[in-house]
């Protein structure tokens, strides 16, 4: 190509702009339209120039027996990635290198030579005879009715290369995707008859103020108050926008999609567009602070992401991850209104912009060998697509049924600080986060967490990418998490997408690190100090007196110094062998829940219909019992131990910071909810036929009947049809809080001394608390058969192995839940299920009468070579059922 087709050639595809600021900065007012023109029509060549260099490094001219060494149809040329040839076709046209003409049987089958090749024959020809897509070169915004004239008339000629033309400028123009698709106001009718009377006085005028805009685009006129768009803040017609509108019209842009997206020539323009566009966008969101000048421009976002094809695989490899990288170095301020903006949307358009950035993150998981040297949390798509999908998760939240009121009020006292505080910041080791756990930015910006959605549009366990979970070093991912820095991304700050085996892990770590910093202050503190040195959290109690035992030592401990709460549990049962790797914590846990929830005690009700306990209001136990009872679930959590508890999920939300509504009794009160759902359904008149006031009566578990006014003088207020909905609220307000307020605070107040500087709340909904706590009620013991190990010389393939699972699958679900008490020292299977539990089955001698015994720090069970099956059954059976204590073998 010579010189002379290097300036003329304006027919090209559009150029991306190449301005940082996005065009947003005002033109010289000298410049003449002339310059501005011929400005152009150079980049427009130049940039057709570096696109046939691409596709002649990526695609070749045809000709297998080309010299040319930057031909990739030469036989010594060297295969180049998509990246590494548009770098190197930079540089060819930097140094004017040579370009190969397409060989004619590559003509026949390029589509991008067909274009390259009608491209030349229209700037040939253009002085002479002006081609269809020079009637839309002024186009540099669309609205949906621009769109659909040049598609009639594309379609009319049976040429549609004058509309690929107009989506490339367009698409990838940052200023024109802007402007485009406004939406205009309503006006109502006496404002529609006083536009008409002036419509004929206004033609010339419009007019004149069409040409101007032109001119000002032509120009580079990017400034919006400049030309014929708004100004920042405002919609098409310059209307004030609300904080959570935008002045796009949605419904509009996704008809032009639709009927746009069907033809495969416009569909790759969007795609190549958005290559051009992606990397402008970062650059001005980065650097230039757009955003804060124009709010419109989230018009670009919104845009891009109706596009319904997004996800699919031409999307993948270099535009999306572009994309997402522009997009998730928007403001704080453009996430949120995102979020807030879809949140409208219909279920199944936040589906499927959730699949968009998961099928991304999961094909570059997918496609590349990550791994403890090449870790995740380094690749830029991937961190980009999950912040992304961030925006999209609270978008699910806030659309869902959410509830940001009927908050649990703080504690009124704050937790006391360990008397070691003084010494930990003379040594430089002041404690971290001592304002509590920290909360996500943009959950603070919205006002809404997760915990206060009920239900999502779409459930939250889509959000979870496990072939993420599967290559995610989660040490190093927590240590990102701590560190917080800003090169390198943890995971964790978007917990939605690990599943809770994942978050498991994470949690495990954090509790480790801080028993290990516990202990370490410890020893220092006692060189400074003198005192004796006690690194871990002792419980030394009686079987006999477990509670007594237990509950008074914490206490003390709650009261002299809470951070000893910290420290790793170490618990020995008096008069017994057993040395606390973990197996003799879990036999405490236990037999400490077993007295804890016994009715005899009477610090909480059981109820027979649901199986769950509930705080008995009327408890003769002192508030310190109940604080206690929270230590200890903290501690369980703190020290990696499942608890055989049952309570409804109301405590669980509770102990997240949220109070139980009417929807919650349905779970811990389900004939009470019953009772009150036939209420507010009844038809007939509720004062006449019920005769109900607001007072209402619960009966203790001693038989007594206690009243309560649920207003003041409420015996005297009836229960109508207008308030009867008031009296819900207010009999749920009651039995879920009121009631029990002080109990539950102790409750609370227990449990947040061990976990207060935990990512607990962070990490976890209350579903997942429940299964941190209790474990998983499903007991798979297929999976663990799959994972279980041996040793000893035991194999898989063994006669006493096979006959072993035999036996144990035959066994009832009490006698399987008692194998696992025995095994791992509880009945309960582990988050993610049995398969998750790493249990070994090892040799202990020959054929005998000993029955087989069992490790359960380490999940160990030591198994005879049985000769027959019988015996094995009737000697494992023996060994669950009378098991009981620990002794040292």
Not at 53 to 59: A, G, I, N, V, W
Request: some cysteine.
């Amino acid at each position: 190509m010579n010189s002379e087709e290097k300036e003329d050639c304006e027919c090209a595809p559009p150029q991306a702009e190449s301005n940082p600021t996005g065009g947003y900065d005002r033109l010289e007012e000298e410049s003449t339209f002339e310059n501005a023109e011929a400005s152009r029509m150079k980049r427009a060549a130049a940039k057709h120039l570096i696109e046939r260099y691409y596709h002649q490094l990526t695609e070749g001219c045809g000709n297998e027996s080309c010299s040319n060494d930057c031909c990739a149809s030469c036989p010594s040329s060297h295969r180049l990635d998509n990246n590494a040839a548009a770098v190197k076709a930079l540089e060819l046209y930097k140094v004017n290198a040579k370009l190969c003409d397409p060989h004619p049987s590559k003509k026949g089958t390029s589509s991008v030579y067909l274009e390259n090749s009608s491209v030349n024959r229209a700037c040939g020809n253009r002085k002479m005879n002006h081609s269809v897509r020079e009637d839309f070169k002024d186009v540099n915004f669309l609205t949906e009715e621009k769109v659909y004239e040049i598609l009639d008339i594309c379609g009319e000629k049976e040429d549609y290369s004058p509309l690929i033309r107009v989506i490339g400028r367009v698409f990838s123009s940052a200023d024109g995707l802007v402007q485009s698709f406004r939406r205009s106001k309503l006006h109502t009718k006496e404002e529609l008859k006083s536009l008409q009377a002036k419509d004929e006085d206004k033609d010339e005028d419009e007019k004149e103020a069409a040409a101007c805009s032109d001119t000002a685009m032509e120009e580079g006129g990017t400034d919006l108050e400049a030309s014929s768009s708004s100004r920042p803040g405002e919609g098409g017609d310059g209307q004030k926008l609300g904080p959570d509108e935008v002045s796009v019209d949605i419904e509009a842009v996704r008809r032009v999609y639709g009927r746009l997206l069907s033809n495969d020539r416009v569909e790759a323009a969007f795609l190549n567009a958005l290559v051009y566009l992606s990397p402008n966008v970062e650059c001005d969101l980065t650097y230039h602070n757009v955003y804060s000048r124009d709010p419109n421009y989230l018009n670009l976002f919104v845009i891009v992401m109706e596009n319904s094809n997004l996800h699919s695989p031409e999307y993948l490899e270099i535009a999306l991850p572009q994309f997402c990288k522009a997009m998730s170095k928007l403001p704080l301020p453009a996430q949120a209104k995102l979020a807030r903006l879809w949140a409208r949307y219909p279920a199944d358009h936040i589906r499927r912009m959730m699949e968009t950035f998961q099928q991304l993150i999961t094909y570059k998981v997918i496609s590349n060998e990550f791994n403890s040297r090449n870790l995740v949390n380094d690749d830029d798509a991937v961190v980009a697509s999950a912040k992304c999908l961030k925006i999209v998760y609270f978008a699910n939240v806030l659309g869902g049924d959410i509830d940001t009121e009927h908050n649990e009020e703080d504690d009124e006292e704050p937790l006391p600080e360990s008397s070691e505080l003084t010494l930990q910041e003379l040594l430089g080791e002041e404690r971290r986060n001592k304002k509590g756990p920290r909360v996500d930015p943009l959950e603070t910006e919205l006002g809404a967490r997760a915990t206060d959605c009920r239900r999502p549009l779409i459930p939250f366990d889509e959000f979870i990418n496990e072939p993420l979970n599967d290559v995610l070093e989660m040490d190093k991912d927590y240590t990102f998490f701590k560190v917080e820095t800003e090169n390198k991304f943890s995971f964790m700050t978007c917990p939605f997408i690990l599943n809770p085996v994942t978050k498991n892990l994470g949690l495990y770590y954090d509790n480790r690190i801080r028993m290990y910093s516990e202990r370490r202050i410890t020893v220092l503190y006692s060189l400074v100090q003198g005192q004796q040195l006690n690194p871990y959290l002792r419980l030394k109690v009686r079987r006999d007196h477990i509670i007594d035992d237990a509950l008074v030592r914490l206490e003390m401990i709650a009261m002299e110094n809470p951070a000893d709460l910290k420290k790793q549990l170490y618990v020995e049962f008096e008069g017994e062998q057993g040395v606390d790797e973990g197996g003799v914590s879990k036999e405490f846990f236990q037999l400490v829940v077993e007295e804890i929830f016994n009715p005899d005690i009477g610090m909480f009700a059981y109820d027979e219909s649901t199986r769950l306990f509930w705080f008995n209001p009327s408890s003769f136990e002192n508030e310190g019992q109940f604080t206690l009872i929270g230590i200890v679930l903290g501690l369980a959590i703190y020290n990696n131990c499942i608890l055989d508890v049952h309570f409804p999920m109301v405590v669980y939300r509770k102990l997240m910071g949220k109070k139980g509504t009417f929807r919650d009794l349905a779970d811990s009160h389900p004939v009470l909810s019953q009772s009150l759902k036939e209420l507010m359904e009844y038809d007939g008149s509720v004062e006449e036929d019920m005769m109900i006031t607001f007072q209402i009566s619960q009966t203790d578990l001693f038989g007594n009947n206690l009243m309560y006014d649920l207003r003041e003088n409420g015996d005297k207020i009836p229960v109508t049809n207008s308030n009867r909905k008031d009296f819900v609220a207010q009999y749920a307000e009651y039995m879920l809080n009121k009631s029990v307020e002080k109990q539950f605070k102790a409750f609370r107040r227990g449990f947040h001394m061990v976990t207060n500087e935990s990512p607990l709340k962070y990490l976890f909904r209350p579903e997942e608390i429940e299964l941190l706590i209790c474990g998983s009620r499903n007991l798979d013991f297929q999976a663990l058969e799959e994972t279980t190990e041996y040793d000893g010389g035991y194999s898989r393939d063994c006669r006493i192995i096979r006959d072993f699972w035999e036996t144990l699958h035959s066994f009832s679900e009490e006698q399987k839940r008692l194998f696992l008490q025995f095994t791992t020292g509880t009945d309960r299977a582990p988050v993610g299920g049995l398969g998750k539990l790493k249990m070994i089955i090892a040799k202990n001698g020959p054929d005998t009468d000993r029955l087989p015994t069992s490790h359960t720090c380490f999940n160990v069970l030591l198994l005879p070579e049985y000769t027959t099956t019988e015996k094995l059954r009737d000697r494992l059976l023996k060994a669950i059922t009378y098991a009981k204590g620990f002794g040292m073998l």
